[in-house]
């Protein structure tokens, strides 16, 4: 859901993606991240969320099941958390900076600051437990596009 929102007299774009039934999604997609549905917003395209759940230690080395089951050992602990990202492919020149916040729940890290030009992905690790935010089993994830830059900064021109 992308929402238009006014924070200090300015117009922002706030999205919010419910992943329902969080713990069956996070668990079938054990070692790679779960990626949103793509949105627009900001007047950005081809825009997407994801989200890397931590396991804790390096789990590279273990086969799909030994994941499944570190996963399911965290949840039982009681304790989750996680990376949520931001992932922007739509490009304006050598310079896409986009000022942003990022929530899982009512954690909110930012405002963050990145040239998507540079690299499409950014993000923040999320030290809170994600356990809390759930509501029905549903885990609310987002971004709030505070600014945007774009354009070259060939010639020296302000960047």
């Given at each position: 859901?992308?929402?238009?929102?006014?924070?200090?007299?300015?117009?922002?774009?706030?999205?919010?993606?419910r992943?329902?039934?969080?713990?069956?999604?996070?668990?079938?997609?054990?070692?790679?991240?779960?990626?949103?549905?793509?949105?627009?917003?900001?007047?950005?395209s081809?825009?997407?969320?994801?989200?890397?759940?931590?396991?804790?230690?390096?789990?590279?080395?273990?086969s799909?099941?030994?994941?499944?089951?570190?996963?399911?050992?965290?949840?039982?602990?009681?304790?989750?958390?996680?990376?949520?990202?931001?992932?922007?492919?739509?490009?304006?020149?050598?310079?896409?900076?986009?000022?942003?916040?990022?929530?899982?729940?009512?954690a909110?890290?930012?405002?963050?600051?990145?040239?998507?030009?540079?690299?499409?992905?950014?993000?923040?690790?999320?030290?809170?437990n994600?356990?809390?935010?759930?509501?029905?089993?549903?885990?609310?994830?987002?971004?709030?596009?505070?600014?945007?830059?774009?354009?070259?900064?060939v010639?020296?021109g302000?960047?």
């Open positions: 859901v992308v929402l238009e929102k006014e924070v200090d007299g300015a117009e922002i774009a706030r999205v919010e993606w992943i329902d039934n969080v713990k069956a999604k996070l668990k079938d997609c054990v070692g790679r991240p779960l990626v949103s549905p793509q949105f627009q917003a900001a007047g950005l081809e825009l997407r969320l994801m989200v890397f759940p931590s396991l804790g230690l390096d789990i590279s080395g273990l799909m099941r030994e994941q499944k089951s570190r996963y399911e050992a965290r949840i039982a602990e009681g304790k989750f958390t996680g990376a949520l990202k931001f992932k922007v492919v739509t490009t304006f020149g050598d310079r896409l900076t986009i000022r942003f916040n990022l929530f899982v729940g009512d909110v890290q930012g405002p963050l600051e990145h040239n998507f030009a540079e690299h499409i992905i950014h993000g923040a690790e999320f030290v809170a994600w356990l809390d935010s759930l509501r029905s089993g549903s885990l609310v994830v987002g971004a709030e596009v505070l600014s945007v830059q774009s354009g070259s900064c010639g020296g302000d960047q």
